[in-house]
């Protein structure tokens, strides 16, 4: 499989900009956008707040790992990932495997600013500041030993895309 035939994979944390930064790379690249949560939210029937309240973070994380498998195998995607799809070996395997992922990197303050009112993040529904800052820090390993490339996902949409869009070129 070639690097142009394989799925570009957005990974990171919640509040990186997966899903903006992924809409207009699928766009740019005439390729499919997927986003991981909101077909997990299609398919279940419910929302991801929800399955959290509900069943619990492992349930969840099965369910993510099966959308993951399933959305990988069309290799013309760029799939904006679940903040926390890497916590699986598995599903950091996959990924790593099948397709370019990319980590978008984004600091605490970052995450703390773009969630301010945002109430469907259930991992990020009491305390948080701290709550931000230690899911960041034990996730950052993860991301790494997941990731072919690093993008700071600290500065704007605009050089984002530029940082990807000549990842890719090269």
């Not at 499919?32 to 991801?48: N, Q």
């Not at 990319?102 to 945002?118: E, F, H, M, S």
Request: net charge neutral; with cysteine; hydrophobic share 35%.
């Amino acid at each position: 499989m070639s690097e142009t035939s394989k799925p570009i994979i957005l990974i990171g944390f919640m509040a990186s900009g997966k899903t903006t930064v992924g809409k207009i790379l699928a766009e740019k690249l005439n390729r499919v956008f997927i986003d991981t949560d909101e077909l997990i939210e299609k398919e279940t029937g419910i929302s991801i707040s929800e399955i959290f309240k509900s069943y619990g973070e492992a349930y969840f994380r099965n369910i993510e790992k099966a959308i993951v498998l399933k959305t990988i195998e069309n290799p013309n995607t760029v799939i904006a990932t679940g903040g926390g799809c890497v916590t699986q070996e598995e599903t950091r395997k996959i990924l790593k495997k099948t397709g370019i992922v990319i980590w978008l990197n984004v600091n605490p303050k970052t995450v703390i600013a773009r969630t301010q009112g945002d109430e469907k993040r259930p991992l990020l529904s009491k305390d948080r500041e701290n709550r931000a800052y230690t899911l960041i820090s034990e996730r950052e390993v993860l991301y790494r030993e997941t990731a072919h490339y690093k993008v700071d996902a600290n500065k704007s949409l605009e050089e984002i895309i530029s940082e990807i869009e000549s990842i890719l070129r090269n």
